[in-house]
């Protein structure tokens, strides 16, 4: 038997820590004395605690800890909470991976705003009124074809041929899973709303800020941030409360079916 002193120096986890476990009933001295209070380990009980710490390395809480030392549970139930733990682990890594993806692009944008050089060129234009059939919802980049199907779903029962495909964006895309997002398809004449399908008339822009790149809809590009740095350095401002749009055409020398020729378009004034 180890004082606790001891035991914390052979395991090399610290007394405040032992007594902690003692008070969670995580790891119980194997004796405690009745006079004294002392606490005292036996080494098998080393493998316990090795178990907690190992358990405690693969992102277990206590006490989740303590339900997988439970006498009663079931191989079963640890496998299940294990695949919960790895379930939790894989969503953290690609949000940590859609975050570096982020920081490349702000490089990207950073050492091309250093060169003072915008690869597209830029054109002003006017845009005439619209006529569109849209579904808004808060989602993530890779779910915008989901959202164009079930769009394009309901409209085959009114006009199968609708034109090219417009996505409207409301929000900075702080959140990769939940970007405020509204897909549309330009229609030629008025059809019925039938919620979430909302037609309307997107307003008449005197003055739009527009730009030719290649895409995909499900991956971030730079274009509007080239974009936005044209606007800034040459003498206007974007409009507040202006939905970003992105009007994008199927291009049909590129293999991947997500692959578009899209017009970057940002609704600007005189600064």
């Known amino acids: 038997m180890f004082k606790i002193s001891e035991f914390s120096k052979i395991s ?36 316990q605690l090795h178990r907690i710490m190992a358990f405690k390395e693969l992102g277990f809480s206590l006490d989740q800890i303590r339900q997988l030392l439970g006498e009663d549970i079931s191989l079963e139930q640890i496998r299940g909470m294990f695949r919960i733990k790895q379930s939790e682990i894989q969503t953290n890594l690609d949000k940590e991976q859609a975050r570096l993806d982020r920081i490349k692009d702000r490089i990207c944008s950073i050492e091309k705003e250093e060169n003072s050089q915008t690869p597209h060129e830029v054109v002003l234009k006017e845009v005439k009124s619209q006529l569109v059939i849209s579904y808004r919802k808060k989602a993530a980049l890779c779910q915008i074809p989901d959202i164009f199907q079930e769009l394009d779903s309901h409209l085959e029962c009114y006009q199968p041929s609708a034109r090219s495909k417009m996505v409207l964006w409301h929000d900075c895309e702080e959140d990769d899973d939940e970007i405020d997002i509204e897909v549309a398809r330009l229609i030629t004449h008025p059809i019925p709303s039938n919620s979430p399908f909302i037609v309307k008339q997107l307003p008449e822009v005197p003055m739009m800020a527009t730009l030719i790149h290649h895409c995909w809809t499900t991956r971030r590009c730079t274009a509007s941030t080239e974009l936005a740095l044209w606007i800034e350095r040459n003498g206007y401002r974007m409009k507040e409360n202006e939905p970003r749009r992105e009007i994008c055409i199927p291009h049909e020398n590129l293999s991947d079916p997500e692959a578009y020729v899209a017009e970057v378009q940002i609704v600007v004034e005189r600064a």
């Open 12 to 47: 090399q986890v610290s007394v405040k820590t032992l007594r902690y476990y003692d008070q969670l009933n995580l790891l119980k001295p194997a004796h405690t004395d009745k006079f004294t209070g002392y606490r005292y380990y036996s080494a098998d009980q080393m493998f």
